[in-house]
């Protein structure tokens, strides 16, 4: 009898210690493929208008995650009318920049229908991505001058969690030849997603939670 207790108490540790050996493998494997979050977010500065031309230059700084742009709301007037809209980048901000077209980065151009004065207008541009703790130059214009980009006098400051936009230039037509008007503030929503990964105490919660349940499994038996 005592031989089959022994060998019963045996046998209910061999079990546990493979248990927790099972639970250390699948801690490992959600850390290895459960690497980061995506979320998404936006950051709107105004639609209060009150001046216009062909575009604008601003500066986006990114905080402790990467970010994804995903695309832009933009102020147009003339609601109906179709036209060709721009977005260039460059790291490091605007500022010294905005007649050099050879330092910016054409992100992507597209056709967009304005919505006219006080309405958003979506521009779905390419996505692109944009590293953490990092200031970049963002130039939104409308190539072809076939509609006015809305903005407002002054400089202003918009932030969140994620990034802060500070505000900026407005340009005249013939993208980095046009006229520089300052300081004008933007006016848009950019739409992104943010990459976050796990904290690793995540993964020692979630390990602590499997081997409280084997243990209350255990002292029923």
Sequence with gaps: LLRCRSMLIYMRNWEFRMFCKYVKSMVAIVALTVTSIAHAGLITTTFAGGNNYAGN?????????????????????????????????????????EA????????DQASVISAGDGNATLFDFADFN????????FYFTVTDYAVRMNYTNGNNVYSNADLQI?????????????????????????HYNTTSIPEPASYGIFA???????LRKRNKA
């Design 57 to 97: 230059m601003f500066d986006v700084t990114t905080f402790d995650n990467s970010l994804t742009i995903t695309s832009a709301d933009l102020h147009l007037q003339d609601s109906g009318t179709s036209a060709l809209v721009s977005i260039y980048t460059r790291v490091g901000g605007y500022a010294g920049f």
């Design 100 to 107: 050099d077209s050879s330092a910016w980065t054409l992100q």
């Design 130 to 137: 944009l590293n953490s703790n990092t200031t970049y130059g």
């Design 166 to 190: 500070t505000t900026g230039i407005g340009r005249g037509e013939n993208d980095f030849a046009g006229n520089v008007f300052n300081p004008r503030t933007w006016n848009g929503t950019l």
């Design 208 to 214: 602590l939670g499997l081997i409280g349940l084997v």
